[in-house]
T-cell receptor, first 114, second 113 residues
Framework: AQSVTQLGSHVSVSEGALVLLRCNYSSSVPPYLFWYVQYPNQGLQLLLKYTTGATLVKGINGFEAEFKKSETSFHLTKPSAHMSDAAEYFCAVSESGGYQKVTFGTGTKLQVIP | EADIYQTPRYLVIGTGKKITLECSQTMGHDKMYWYQQDPGMELHLIHYSYGVNSTEKGDLSSESTVSRIRTEHFPLTLESARPSHTSQYLC????????????FGEGSRLTVL
């Protein structure tokens, strides 16, 4: 069975500061990993994904994440927070093959302080 | 921009009413999903479909039902709404051979009084 743990349901950063949102996963097979962003009253939008190959993946809006197999982590970072980054972020894991069940973390709400 | 649409976006309804939440996608995706989302909780899969005439229950037991008569359409129905059904319902889809990347609609927020 696969699972996702997101440390910190709420994270606050100052505008211009580093954003670090943590995600750890468990999976019995090599995982596919995702970060989604959800703005208020909207659905989820894919930020970035890791499938195979390069372990540092870049996404939209200046975000990136690094797949670390030894740490079973896929933390999301952005060097400099912008007010428009305030949203809820979900980490997700998918197992290859079959119906590709996707399991989501509980989400981290990012607040950006001016 | 994802081409998946949900209606209504917001619905307030009394107990015992029948409701249908609509979900349509124009991407030709075979796989479609319904998730239930409560504040501070992870998304819970309640229904999914591999294609036309295929429907399966997800991880979270739900009193809702779904149908898949057309590839692009995956409506969710509650025969008799109750306050415990108050939640946000998110529809998503993905194509054949995908790595699990989901395309989401904007959600339907249901409030049952």
């Amino acid at each position: 069975a696969q699972s996702v743990t997101q440390l910190g349901s709420h994270v606050s950063v100052s505008e211009g500061a580093l954003v670090l949102l943590r995600c750890n996963y468990s999976s019995s097979v090599p995982p596919y990993l995702f970060w989604y962003v959800q703005y208020p009253n909207q659905g989820l939008q894919l930020l970035l994904k890791y499938t195979t190959g390069a372990t540092l993946v870049k996404g939209i809006n200046g975000f990136e994440a690094e797949f670390k197999k030894s740490e079973t982590s896929f933390h999301l970072t952005k060097p400099s927070a912008h007010m428009s980054d305030a949203a809820e972020y979900f980490c997700a894991v998918s197992e290859s093959g079959g119906y590709q069940k996707v399991t989501f973390g509980t989400g981290t709400k990012l607040q950006v302080i001016p | 921009e994802a081409d998946i649409y949900q209606t209504p976006r917001y619905l307030v309804i009394g107990t015992g009413k029948k409701i249908t939440l609509e979900c349509s996608q124009t991407m030709g995706h075979d796989k479609m999903y319904w998730y239930q989302q409560d504040p501070g909780m992870e998304l819970h899969l309640i229904h999914y479909s591999y294609g036309v005439n295929s429907t399966e229950k997800g991880d979270l037991s739900s009193e809702s039902t779904v149908s898949r008569i057309r590839t692009e359409h995956f409506p969710l129905t509650l025969e008799s709404a109750r306050p415990s059904h108050t939640s946000q319902y998110l529809c998503a889809s993905t194509g054949l051979g995908s790595t699990g990347e989901l395309f989401f609609g904007e959600g339907s927020r249901l409030t049952v009084l």
